[in-house]
């Protein structure tokens, strides 16, 4: 049985990489996601690379110092995708001039729609005449007709045509492609039929103009959805506020300066801020002075403002609601709890679902599988079809508003065309990407950071949660309960004095006994801790210890039978000195008020939940009891170098295990597990390890996460499932698999309404994971 190397990257991590982020325009399918990744993967220094057609950002892992992030960007543009590098502390500015791109896209995309509308209105104007019996005047004639169609690819299907184009000379035919070739050879072989009636050809020129007009009409709703998933990540980037009230630092009397005005990007660590009521917090600090309510809805999720007064951390974006206070700044720019959660969120964005490598796989050759169909489509029913099926002309010289001597020509292109245009490989790329994108996004409002779409899928096959007990399960504000020594005094200042040098929740509660006693801590150095065992510090020249029984044995501490103190159910803390030990203090951490509830819940959803602490198997088994877990669900006394071993124990038992801890001594086993789970009121070496992060201190999140996860995996497959019944059914009937048997022929104008609706729908599946909030 073996740590996974993903555990042991979650304490060291020597990589000799880094990330390049580029906003990249100019995608239209999931076959210019793949040639995006193609071509920045082939670039010497390229590890890897991660691209999202919903949100417009590539993620670029490479070699440190060996890519210039300009370089990429400019091989991108050179090949047709319009790219900009994004630099430190540019979320700010890249959001907002990616929001000042879709919104001039969105006018021009209206401009193209309200003319492509025109034109479809009128050619439908012009063919009512053939209901009506008479031929309405100007607008009926085929002449007019032919002017609409080339009106249609010259004005507003330009782009699609023109991106086609280039797209398939650069080996990389896309969506416009397919479009752009339908309604070229539609238009193509209508001004053939008009310039050479001889021939007795059909002239449809309102098939390119409908055409367009649906394709644009798609692309439009498709776009406003997207840009509507996208917002939350753009809401979470805008509250970063953009300036500072800048103040000298207080003196005695607690006076400040004027302030000054500056940008929050330059505010450096250490320098004071006043923020008045109704401000929102520029950077991460803490009070100095003053007190107040803060709203941090936006980044917990909680709606209740939360009291604040000297000394309490205040995040950057959050609300000042009451007091007029004055903050000491300790993290500023990228570093910010805000900028970590957008980098973390925007990560989440790229980070693909294992469930999408097919439909990857499927768009590095769909475009040019299509064409190659609408080849085959034509050549079979040119050469083979129509001379099977006879019946089949008769049946086409019918279809549709009027009646006409049909070809095998005729019909053979015209299936050709709606095999072309009925294609949809947009669904494929935006099935999983906008998914994600709506699903981090919601996770994000109420507090609850999902790592990518791989977590996701790893979440949906949990069948195992594992809960660390201190600060997880238990409220992490322990009470010493006794004291067993024969100098409870002694004991206890010694403890206060080792414990003097750490940070831990046990380390608090001795520290407080300790003042509240108003003792005096003794001349103490070489402070050391080991995570999950205790502390050591030299006392009055002699080597103190404070910790569980392994760390005493570990240092030789003597520890006969009969001077070890009998114990309660209580979590025990030994203190030795100069090798003897000086006895025992029993602590006692309540459980949280939701421990209960979230475990009784877990199991109602089949999940199975374990408890795993390194403390004594008869604390541990009261803690279950009290939650209703049966001993061979406990796994107690583990020392923090086995936690990990012991999940990959239940791993080898063919067990999917989630992993809840707060602690550093949680990293490894979070790391280890298939999903680790980190409470944001913990380390950030747990925060980094774990791949859903809580941001409320409430154990019902739990749930939350798991079921948002479920629902958005769920989504995910939902949408690919779409986008493959829709291209595997609608381009056989597209192709005429139907028209022999039931005489039903999909003409190329219905062709592109139901490829774009086809995408239309996927996005806007997705968007229903948005009814979670609230």
């Known amino acids: 049985m073996q740590v996974s190397t993903k555990a042991e990257k979650a304490i060291i991590n020597h990589s000799p990489s880094e990330t390049i982020t580029l906003d990249v325009s100019g995608m239209k399918c999931a076959g210019c996601v793949k040639a995006v990744e193609r071509q ?20 670029v892992e490479c070699e440190t110092n060996l890519i210039d992030p300009s370089t990429l960007a400019q091989r991108l543009t050179d090949n047709g995708f319009p790219t900009q590098p994004r630099l430190d502390n540019s979320e700010n500015y890249a959001a907002k001039k990616q929001t000042e791109r879709h919104r001039q896209e969105m006018k021009q995309q209206i401009w193209r729609i309200a003319i492509a509308s025109l034109l479809l209105i009128m050619s439908g104007i012009g063919h009512l005449g053939h209901f009506m019996g008479s031929e309405i005047p100007i607008l009926g004639n085929i002449w007019f007709h032919a002017v609409l169609a080339s009106l249609a690819l010259f004005v507003p299907g330009q782009e699609i045509i023109i991106d086609g184009a280039r797209s398939l000379l650069r080996n990389a035919p896309n969506m ?49 959805a997207r840009y509507r998933a996208a917002s939350t990540l753009h809401s979470l980037i805008a509250l970063q506020p953009e300036t500072a009230r800048l103040v000298s630092a207080p003196n005695n009397s607690n006076n400040y300066s004027e302030s000054l005005d500056i940008p929050a990007s330059q505010v450096k660590v250490g320098e004071y ?40 951390n205040v995040a950057a974006g959050t609300i000042n609601k009451s007091g007029t206070i004055v903050m000491q700044a300790t993290r500023t720019g990228s570093e910010s709890t805000l900028a970590q959660i957008v980098k973390l969120v925007e990560t989440a964005q790229t980070r693909k679902a294992p469930i999408q490598n097919l439909a990857d796989t499927v768009a590095g050759y769909f475009t040019y599988g299509v064409m190659t169909l609408a080849t085959l489509t ?88 594992v809960f660390d007990k201190t600060g997880t399960l238990t409220t992490g504000h322990p009470n010493i309960t006794n004291i067993v020594a024969k100098n409870p005094e002694l004991l206890l200042q010694v403890a206060a004095t080792v414990e003097s040098g750490t940070s831990h929740p046990l380390a608090e509660a001795i520290l407080q006994k300790a003042q509240q006693k108003n003792m005096t801590l003794l001349s103490a150095i070489n402070f050391y801790t080991e995570p999950g065992l ?64 979230t475990v009784k819940v877990l ?59 707060d602690g550093i001594n949680d990293a490894p086993a979070l790391a280890q597990a298939n999903v680790g789970i980190g409470m ?90 948005r009814s979670r909030i609230g």
């Open 534 to 597: 205790g502390a050591s510090a030299i006392v009055d020249g002699k080597l103190a210890l404070v910790g569980n029984l392994e760390w005493l044995k570990k240092h030789e501490v003597v520890l006969e039978q009969d001077n070890i103190p009998s114990l309660t159910d209580k979590t025990a803390v030994y203190v030795s000195m100069d090798g003897v030990l000086l006895g025992v203090i029993e602590v006692s951490d309540a459980l949280r008020d939701d421990a209960l509830t």
């Open 680 to 769: 944001q009121a913990g380390t950030d070496v747990a925060m980094e390890a774990a791949d859903i992060v809580l941001m409320q201190d409430k154990l019902t999140d739990v749930v939350e996460s798991i079921k948002l996860s479920r629902d958005t995996f769920n989504k995910i497959r939902e949408n690919l499932f779409w986008a493959f019944a829709y291209n595997i059914v609608g381009i056989p009937v597209a192709a005429g698999v139907l028209l022999p048997s039931l005489g039903i022929i999909l003409n190329p104008a219905a062709a592109g309404a139901l490829m774009a609706f086809s995408s239309v729908s996927v996005v806007t599946n997705s968007l229903l994971l």
């Open 40 to 59: 920045l993967t082939q670039q010497t220094g390229v590890i890897s690379a991660r691209v999202n057609l919903a949100t417009e950002v590539a993620t």
């Open 378 to 465: 034509f050549l079979f029913w040119y050469f083979v079809g129509t001379n099977i099926w006879s019946q089949v002309l008769q049946t086409f010289s019918h279809h549709g508003s009027m009646t006409y001597s049909a070809s095998p020509l005729l019909l053979s292109l015209k299936l050709a065309i709606a095999v072309l245009v009925i294609a949809c490989p947009c669904a494929l790329g935006l099935a999983t990407p906008t998914a994600i994108l709506v699903g981090s996004g919601v996770g994000a409002q109420k507090g609850l950071l999902i790592k990518g779409g791989d977590v996701l899928e790893k979440v949906h096959e949990l069948d195992t949660i």
């Open 603 to 661: 199991q109602g959803m089949g999940l199975k939940v374990m408890l795993l602490t390194g403390d004594r198997s008869c604390v541990a088994e009261i803690i279950a009891q009290q939650l209703g877990l049966t001993p061979e669900h406990v796994l107690a006394e583990v020392p923090p170098a086995g936690k990990a071993e012991a999940i990959a124990a239940l791993q080898s038992k063919g067990e999917k295990v989630g992993m809840l801890g």
């Open 273 to 312: 801020l006043q923020v008045l009521p109704g401000e929102k917090i520029p950077v991460d600090g803490k009070i100095s002075d003053g007190k107040t309510t803060i709203d941090e809805s936006m980044l917990t999720g909680e709606s209740i403002p939360v009291i604040k007064e000297f000394g309490a």
């Open 176 to 224: 416009n492609t397919l479009v752009g070739l339908g309604a070229v050879t539609a238009y193509t072989a209508s001004m053939v039929a008009l310039l050479f009636p001889q021939l007795g050809w059909e002239c449809f020129f309102d098939e390119p103009v409908m055409i367009l007009g649906f394709i644009l009409l798609g692309k439009t709703l498709e776009q406003q």
